[in-house]
């Protein structure tokens, strides 16, 4: 099985961090969201990849080579962002020929049972069940579960079932004909060459895609969102007692992941707080947050907040002489 990841996106829903560094490489809970993708596919068997990098992709490919070197893997660059099936349409010659593909959008994470979603005998789709499915692509379904349309962004949704960002497509040479018809013929929908319409084409053409609803879906091109993708996951792996080095006179409340070489001092760290390698934290109370690596904060209190690799943050420092009956708010 051949896993196609488009990672092209600029993700400005999360700048100012992507200025400076790609969306799939933020991290949660102590890893870029990226490896999170990346592990799920290889515990579930596949170890054919197809990244399809572009917005400061070399980053993400020198990233890859580093933690995954015996993994079998490709890189095409996507120059132009024209949407989803466009980054297909790229990586075409991965395509051709390859018979059964799995295509996974670079910053979702998911919670689903990915080799039996694999298995499945149709191509599917990963679907969830979401308030209001103006903003995504939607999947409107028979009876049996099967897809009967595909709409991106609908304007009247006459379905709540999203698609998540993962599909496997058993006639990849169809999809690759989709993709194509789409782009050289110039169809674009809110302005891009969208993957839910080739996919649509097929189902027109006759191909059934079957709907898998996932447990969970974490869209992390939100910082709402990647924080509290970032508390999901803390909760889950725990705090290990090694991983909590370089304290002094300092607390933390689990869970917490703290990286390497880190010095703290006379803080209080967590709940749900990520801090990457080499930071340094003084005189700080941080909860519901992401430190990036190398960072110094020192006399702040921060809560629900991101905080970017290298960055220095210092609070102010008062001297009060207050009397009686006294309220102040530094709010």
Same mark, same amino acid.
């Given at each position: 099985?051949?896993?196609?990841?488009?990672?092209?996106?600029?993700?400005?829903? @999360?700048?100012? %961090?992507? !200025?400076?560094?790609?969306?799939? @490489?933020?991290?949660?809970?102590?890893?870029?969201? @990226?490896?999170?993708?990346?592990?799920?596919?290889?515990?579930?068997?596949?170890?054919?990849?197809?990244?399809?990098?572009? !917005?400061?992709?070399?980053?993400?490919?020198? !990233?890859?080579?580093?933690?995954?070197?015996?993994?079998?893997?490709?890189?095409?660059?996507?120059?132009?962002?024209?949407?989803?099936?466009?980054?297909?349409?790229?990586?075409?010659?991965?395509?051709?020929?390859?018979?059964?593909?799995?295509?996974?959008?670079?910053?979702?994470?998911?919670?689903?049972?990915?080799?039996?979603?694999?298995?499945?005998?149709?191509?599917?789709?990963?679907?969830?069940?979401?308030?209001?499915?103006?903003?995504?692509?939607?999947?409107?379904?028979?009876?049996?579960?099967?897809?009967?349309?595909?709409?991106?962004?609908?304007?009247?949704?006459?379905?709540?079932?999203?698609?998540?960002? #993962? &599909?496997?497509?058993?006639?990849?040479?169809?999809?690759?004909?989709?993709?194509?018809?789409?782009?050289?013929?110039?169809?674009?929908? %809110?302005?891009?060459?969208?993957?839910?319409?080739?996919?649509?084409? #097929?189902?027109?053409?006759?191909?059934?895609?079957?709907?898998?609803?996932?447990?969970?879906?974490?869209?992390?091109?939100?910082?709402?969102?990647?924080?509290?993708?970032?508390?999901? #996951?803390?909760?889950?792996?725990?705090?290990?007692?090694?991983?909590?080095?370089?304290?002094?006179?300092?607390?933390?409340?689990?869970?917490? &992941?703290?990286?390497?070489?880190?010095?703290?001092? %006379?803080?209080?760290?967590?709940?749900?707080?990520?801090?990457?390698?080499?930071?340094?934290?003084?005189?700080? #109370?941080?909860?519901?947050?992401?430190?990036?690596?190398?960072?110094?904060?020192?006399?702040?209190?921060?809560?629900?907040?991101?905080?970017?690799?290298?960055?220095?943050?210092?609070?102010?420092?008062?001297?009060?002489?207050?009397?009686?009956?006294?309220?102040?708010?530094?709010?």
């Amino acid at each position: 099985m051949r896993a196609i990841i488009p990672v092209a996106g600029a993700g400005i829903r @999360l700048r100012p %961090h992507t !200025y400076t560094q790609p969306k799939p @490489l933020i991290p949660v809970a102590g890893k870029p969201i @990226l490896a999170f993708i990346v592990d799920q596919l290889i515990d579930a068997g596949v170890r054919d990849f197809v990244f399809v990098i572009g !917005y400061l992709g070399e980053r993400i490919r020198q !990233y890859l080579e580093e933690t995954y070197p015996d993994v079998r893997k490709a890189f095409v660059t996507q120059n132009d962002r024209l949407g989803s099936a466009h980054a297909l349409w790229v990586a075409g010659d991965y395509l051709k020929d390859a018979g059964e593909v799995l295509i996974v959008f670079g910053d979702t994470i998911i919670d689903l049972d990915i080799p039996a979603f694999l298995a499945e005998p149709t191509s599917c789709l990963a679907v969830r069940k979401v308030r209001d499915p103006r903003e995504v692509g939607v999947a409107e379904v028979d009876d049996n579960g099967f897809a009967v349309r595909l709409i991106e962004k609908p304007d009247i949704p006459k379905s709540n079932l999203a698609l998540v960002g #993962m &599909y496997k497509v058993r006639q990849a040479d169809a999809l690759l004909e989709a993709v194509t018809l789409l782009v050289e013929g110039g169809s674009r929908t %809110h302005g891009e060459f969208q993957l839910t319409d080739a996919l649509m084409r #097929m189902i027109e053409a006759g191909e059934p895609f079957r709907t898998v609803e996932v447990r969970n879906w974490f869209d992390c091109g939100k910082k709402e969102i990647l924080l509290e993708t970032n508390a999901i #996951m803390l909760k889950r792996q725990g705090t290990p007692p090694e991983t909590i080095k370089g304290l002094e006179q300092s607390i933390v409340i689990p869970p917490v &992941y703290i990286g390497q070489n880190c010095v703290i001092s %006379h803080s209080i760290i967590g709940p749900h707080v990520s801090v990457g390698n080499d930071v340094r934290i003084a005189r700080t #109370m941080v909860s519901d947050s992401i430190i990036g690596h190398y960072a110094s904060l020192d006399g702040v209190v921060l809560h629900q907040s991101i905080i970017g690799n290298d960055a220095t943050l210092q609070g102010p420092r008062q001297s009060l002489n207050i009397g009686d009956n006294t309220e102040i708010d530094f709010r």
